[in-house]
């Protein structure tokens, strides 16, 4: 192991206590800055990163119960340089518990923080020890308490779940948020099914494990893969990353071939690209130049740029030259993000009640800006990729009683029902009268 992986980690844990941006973007952009380090190396930094993000409420609640000093009143080079420490202790056995311990004593000298250095070796020494019988909530007692720290899950989003899907549902959900989330592609509809033979084995030949998605034959699971970009077929645009969730949404529409479709919060443009495939022309729009432009990026690789229109828009304005111009208009509107858990780990600790309510006041003044581009007797596909019925279930009964739409279709998918995103899509039809 390279002597300054963990301190790679430690600024990286750093950069995310400032909070200025998500911990995937993070860590991608440490990986990209380290990109020299042999690949054992880089799923070091990128395990023990994503883990103590993950588990922080699990290893915070640890610690408070060694340390006589709370977590909370920690210095935050002390307080990420313990949670690294617990981590490796509880969840990564090719890591000795001396080398955890050791390594974070030597961090601390090296950072100027050597008056601490017999602190931080005596807590997490403690812990290692004790690490098979550490004390934790009582579930029968405590369940909220429980689960929270056994799933690293705010309470208040566990309390929500147990609402909504009860006991069994939710302890299978919050597990499977914590699970090894495969990468996951289509092939583009114009790849024959030999051309995917041969394009397969050679990813295997580059040690990726393959297996094919139990809900859409073009769907397909990559476990293994350092990244897709350097796969045979990328560069030809044979396949797209996208999760089978968003593919299920866009066969839910029925999509014809001379339909004009509207995507108005179309990043990533998963949904843009397959519709673009199935109808005539489709206008992608977003608030974001710099992701539509990885939109074109795309639409270009996988030779769809005469099909789709991308644009600058606020979903929220309503473009008068636009209205009833629609067969299908696809509103994956910005949310909590509760069922990409497994992918932007630290979502769940940005999220508030406070912030939700918001969320769900933009979601009505994106319906309300952009419903009317929907033709008489045309669809409307409302989605959105968390697992909460105040944005779901309760949006599309807004929807219905308040604009000219009928619900046909809503699903609501969790993680632990397939490998994929936990994501609600609603097919409502516009009236003609």
């Known amino acids: 192991m390279a002597e300054n992986t963990r301190e790679i980690v430690l600024d990286t844990l750093l950069e995310m206590e400032r909070g ?227 593919m299920l949404c866009v066969e839910a529409a029925g999509l014809r071939e001379g339909d004009r479709v509207m995507d108005v919060c179309a990043a990533p443009g998963g949904k843009t690209l397959l519709a673009a495939q199935r109808a005539a022309h489709v206008l992608a729009r977003d608030v974001s130049e710099q992701k539509l432009e990885r939109i074109r990026e795309n639409a270009c690789r996988m030779g769809l740029q005469e099909k789709i229109s991308v644009q600058l828009w606020d979903a929220c304005r309503t473009d008068m030259s636009g209205l009833e111009s629609a067969d299908v208009v696809f509103m994956d509107v910005p949310c909590s993000g509760l069922g990409v858990l497994g992918k932007k780990r630290d979502i769940k600790y940005r999220v508030t009640r406070d912030s939700l309510k918001e969320l769900t006041e933009l979601q009505r003044r994106i319906v309300e800006g952009s419903w009317r581009y929907v033709k008489p007797g045309g669809v409307l596909m409302y989605s959105t990729c968390t697992i909460n019925r105040q944005e779901n279930q309760d949006m599309c009964d807004w929807i219905c009683d308040t604009f000219p739409f009928t619900l046909e279709e809503s699903r609501q998918l969790l993680p632990q029902q397939a490998r994929m995103d936990g994501f609600f899509y609603a097919r409502l039809r516009r009236s003609t009268d």
């Open 20 to 246: 200025r941006e998500y911990s995937n973007q993070i860590v991608k952009a440490a990986l990209d800055k380290y990109d020299y380090l042999d690949t054992q190396d880089k799923r070091f930094i990128k395990r023990l990163a994503e883990g103590c993000v993950e588990r922080r409420i699990e290893l915070d609640y640890i610690l408070d119960r060694y340390s006589k000093v709370p977590v909370k009143r920690m210095k935050p080079l002390i307080r990420c340089l313990m949670r690294m420490g617990v981590y490796q202790i509880l969840y990564m056995d090719t890591v000795p518990d001396s080398a955890a311990c050791n390594e974070a004593v030597k961090l601390a000298g090296q950072r100027k923080f050597t008056g601490l250095k017999g602190f931080v070796n005596g807590v997490l020494r403690r812990i290692a020890a004790e690490k098979e019988r550490i004390p934790m909530p009582d579930p029968t007692s405590q369940p909220l308490r429980y689960l929270s720290v056994q799933y690293s899950m705010p309470e208040w989003i566990v309390e929500m779940w147990l609402d909504e899907y009860g006991m069994e549902q939710t302890r299978q959900l919050l597990e499977q948020l914590l699970a090894v989330h495969p990468v996951t592609i289509r092939f583009d509809g114009r790849v024959t099914e030999p051309q995917r033979l041969i394009y397969m084995e050679s990813w295997r030949r580059d040690g990726v494990r393959v297996s094919r998605s139990e809900y859409l034959d073009y769907a397909y699971y990559l476990e293994g893969a350092p990244g897709v970009t350097g796969l045979a077929g990328y560069a030809e645009g044979a396949f797209l990353v996208q999760d089978v969730s968003s």
